[in-house]
């Protein structure tokens, strides 16, 4: 089944440790994205990735890298430099150009920091 | 930039009763798409509807239907004979379809549907 796969599900960090996210996608779609869910703000966007070696900032970056090695690729890594990295992200892609339209999302990685 | 505001932070209705949550938007694009995203507690997101701005006619799926009102950027759903499965957050999202709708979508902050059996 086609579908996207974000791992851990839960991950547990104490501060001053980077910790990375899994996504993967098998949908053969080109865009993909990394949200943060917090209680009552909806979902923020880190990053976004058109193409392979290409990544955009999204409106909350600061404190977070990505990577786009392979199309169906895109690791998040929460970095020291977040200062309060605990929440919910998602990953999401989507097709590209006209045929754009929903994102279809993963299920979710949730991150406390200790 | 565009903002999407859902006023409703919580409703409540009654199993088998008729719900409207609101959302409007604010954009100076006139392409563009709108959805309607689903959060249950599995907290897995899940596509309900989507309207592309272009078409006048409001989009329907099942039980699911849509006021759209672009002069208004208004973009409303109506849940008709709600169940306990509905039960959930609702976001309200937009999409412009300039640059390919390159940075993804825009979201609401939500909407906490309460059924009440």
């Known amino acids: 089944d086609g579908g996207i796969t974000q791992s851990p599900k839960y991950l547990f960090r104490k501060e001053g440790q980077n910790v990375t996210l899994s996504c993967e996608q098998n949908l053969n779609h080109d865009a993909m994205y990394w949200y943060r869910q917090d209680p009552g703000q909806g979902l923020r966007l880190i990053y976004y990735?058109?193409?392979?070696?290409?990544?955009q900032k999204g409106d909350i970056a600061e404190g977070y890298s990505v990577s786009r090695e392979k199309k169906e690729s895109f690791p998040l890594t929460v970095t020291s430099a977040q200062k309060n990295p605990t929440a919910f992200y998602l990953c999401a892609s989507s097709l590209r150009g006209r045929d754009t339209g929903e994102l279809f999302f993963g299920e979710g990685s949730r991150l406390t920091v200790l | 930039a565009q903002t999407v505001t859902q006023s409703q932070p919580e409703m409540s209705v009654q199993e088998a009763e008729t719900v409207t949550l609101s959302c409007t938007y604010d954009?100076?694009?006139?392409?563009?798409?709108l959805f309607w995203y689903k959060q249950p507690p599995s907290r897995q997101m899940i596509l309900v509807i989507r309207?592309?701005?272009?078409?006048?006619q409001n989009a329907t799926e099942n039980r699911f239907s849509v006021n759209f009102q672009k002069a208004a950027k208004s973009f409303s759903l109506k849940i008709s004979d709600s169940q306990l499965g509905d039960a959930a957050m609702y976001f309200c999202a937009y999409r412009p379809l300039s640059g390919g709708g390159a940075d993804g979508l825009t979201f609401g902050k939500g909407t906490h549907l309460i059924i009440q059996p």
């Open positions: 990735s058109q193409i392979v070696n290409d990544f």
């Open positions: 954009t100076s694009e006139s392409d563009y798409y």
């Open positions: 309207q592309e701005a272009y078409k006048q």
